[in-house]
């Protein structure tokens, strides 16, 4: 079974220009999740959804990010403009429904703002 | 809120031993779940144990095992047998159940590097 994909893995951009990730998750995922992860800290989540509908976005900046997952199935997540705070690892992951399924990470894209 | 404490930054363990990484959580919901994930260096977050609310019997997979204690509200995560492989970053979760059909959160703590020595 393949599993999260996430592209790019790595980016530098300079701090006010826009960025752009995508995911793909597991086939069959109904739940998808945008992570950020700051050096030495633990995932924070941005954003969920349920196939292509938004479950919790209630951590995501707003004024600069935006994310969709518009067939339910892969998902973009951008930044515009981006800070420097913004230098982080965002993690993609997706989970079937119910509880006690754990969620599968893809490997990441690290984002440097410069 | 759900939160998730992970008091030991960093922990050293010699090969061949038996580590315990501490885990304690807070929530108000009677059902939840509780994960374990590794993070190595390369920094995809791998799945470890998993122990519901619910559960009577601490979970194990292999050599992981997590020492469930639910009035203390603790889900600790003990290694037996550290390889050099081990030495990671470990991450404590936590997902409250959800009433509307879908997969809630999943809320880390702050992690706990641990190295294995020789």
């Known amino acids: 079974e393949a599993g999260v994909a996430q592209s790019p893995r790595y980016k530098i951009i300079e701090k006010r220009q826009s960025v752009a990730f995508w995911c793909n998750p597991i086939s069959g995922h109904a739940t998808l999740y945008w992570y950020q992860q700051i050096l030495g800290q633990g995932p924070k989540l941005l954003i969920q959804f349920q196939n292509n509908g938004v479950v919790d976005d209630s951590q995501l900046p707003k004024d600069r990010f935006s994310a969709e997952r518009l067939k339910g199935v892969d998902s973009t997540l951008k930044i515009q403009p981006a800070k420097l705070e913004d230098s982080a690892v965002y993690l993609c992951a997706s989970s079937a429904l119910g509880g006690d399924t754990e969620a599968f990470f893809g490997q990441g894209t690290r984002l440097t703002v410069v | 809120a759900q939160k998730i404490t992970q008091t030991q930054p960093g922990m050293f363990v010699q090969e061949k031993e038996a580590v315990t990484l501490d885990c304690t959580y807070d929530t108000s919901d009677q059902s939840y779940g509780l994960f374990w994930y590794k993070q190595p260096s390369s920094g995809e977050m791998i799945f470890l144990i998993y122990?519901?609310?619910?559960?009577?019997q601490n979970a194990t997979e292999g050599r992981y095992s997590l020492n469930f204690q639910k009035a203390r509200k603790s889900a600790n995560l003990v290694i037996s047998a550290s390889q050099l492989g081990d030495s990671a970053m470990y991450f404590c979760?936590?997902?409250?159940?959800?009433?509307?059909?879908?997969?809630?959160?999943?809320?880390f703590g702050t992690g706990t590097r641990l190295q294995v020595t020789l």
């Open positions: 979760a936590m997902r409250e159940a959800s009433n509307t059909g879908t997969a809630s959160k999943l809320t």
């Open positions: 122990q519901g609310s619910y559960d009577e």
